[in-house]
């Protein structure tokens, strides 16, 4: 039976991280396992940091955003001797399972750990962007969205008054989620996403029709991960000129800036950018998402006092369920075409 029960969080923080690290530690507390946090994500057990979560560290921290534990993007197969590092501090520590709170880089590690080593780790959800695969919704996107929502409609109101074309860029990386769910709670007038990519043409007739009709300010929603798709079939993805991280991601971020020149030069309407950025991650998890972290902490503790390792705590419908960690980093859960249908009913 489990007792030195380990958490960690890893890669982007999200809000909803804290309410997670609460639940799973107080009731892995009430069965009397001991609970500790791993500190920096994987870092942490590369290094072999931990602190110890005990009824005075887990008080008070629902509602607060990032997360106590620290988090870094450290891919631990890219780190010489990294795995080995992870394996042994994990036994020094005298420790018999794991939590990994994480998105499709953090868990895809906690996968290839249980199927190599049989590293017994249990798995939660996190991300705002919505893109991991076996659940319906993780935790922190929900947050994201109310963030994006309220800006755009704060930008309709300075949109309006002056006649502008406003450009809101937002986060997702390489699914729209953010942008459609958004988009249609704040009632953009076009949406540009990566799955489903409509060109920069499209978008201006959709302005261009809308101003005729006596409308003179449009709110184009654009997700980071759009690429400037023309007509002509050219595509270009723009992304920040900085190395790959360690899980080989490019930083994206630009898209929006790019996109406002382009409706700007065809539609000679005026052209403004906000660029959200972690501004979506940040602060206070709504209460849709510090009810889903903390049931999914629950099935986290229970995950592992039953010793059920290489799960993932999972919403399916309203309900909280199990799936194999590696269903959830198979592939990325993308926006299916009936979503951008409900957003596209709205266009122009
Ligand atoms: O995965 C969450 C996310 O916020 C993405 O939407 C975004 O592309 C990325 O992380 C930004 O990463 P960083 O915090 O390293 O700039």
């Keep these: 039976m489990a007792t030195r029960v380990g ?58 955003g990032g997360t106590i534990l620290g988090t870094t993007r450290t891919n631990p197969y890219k780190v010489d001797g990294g795995v080995d590092a992870v394996l042994r501090n994990f036994g020094e520590q005298g420790l018999d399972a794991l939590v990994a709170i994480g998105g499709e880089d953090t868990l895809g590690v906690a ?54 074309v406003m450009v809101v860029e937002v986060m997702g990386r390489h699914t729209g989620w953010i942008a459609v769910m958004s988009g249609i709670a704040g009632g953009a007038d076009v949406i540009m996403i990566p799955e489903h990519p409509i060109t920069v043409e499209e978008a201006c007739k959709e302005i261009q029709a809308r101003h005729r009709r006596g409308k003179d300010f449009s709110i184009v929603v654009v997700s ?28 994206l971020g630009g898209i929006g800036e790019a996109l406002a020149q382009e409706i700007e030069e065809r539609t000679g309407f005026e052209t403004r950018v906000t660029v959200l950025g972690h501004v979506q991650r940040g602060g206070s998890p709504t209460a849709r998402d510090r009810i889903l972290a903390t049931r999914f902490g629950l099935k986290a503790a229970d995950l592992v006092h039953e010793e059920r390792f290489g799960r993932m705590a999972s919403l399916q419908g309203n309900e909280i369920e199990d799936m194999p960690l590696a269903d959830a980093v198979a592939e990325l859960k993308t926006v299916p075409p009936h979503w951008y249908d409900v957003a596209r009913a709205f266009f122009g």
Excluded: M
């Design 224 to 251: 980071e991960g759009y690429r400037l798709t023309f007509a002509s079939g050219e595509q270009r993805e723009v992304t920040q000129e900085v190395p790959l991280d360690q899980f080989g991601h490019v930083r």
């Design 7 to 64: 958490i960690l969080t890893g890669g982007g923080d999200c809000p909803g991280l804290n309410a997670v690290i609460r639940a799973a530690a107080r009731r892995s507390l009430v069965r009397g396992y001991e609970v500790v946090g791993v500190r920096e994500g994987w870092r942490g057990l590369v290094d072999g940091r931990v602190v110890p979560l005990g009824p005075r560290e887990i008080t008070g921290i629902l509602p607060r």
């Design 111 to 164: 996968a290839r750990l249980h199927a190599e080593h049989d590293f017994p780790v249990v798995g939660v959800p996190k991300t705002i962007d919505n893109d991991l695969s076996a659940t319906d919704y993780t935790f922190g996107f929900d947050t994201a969205v109310s963030i994006c929502t309220e800006a755009i409609d704060r930008l309709h109101t300075t949109a309006e008054s002056h006649n502008r």
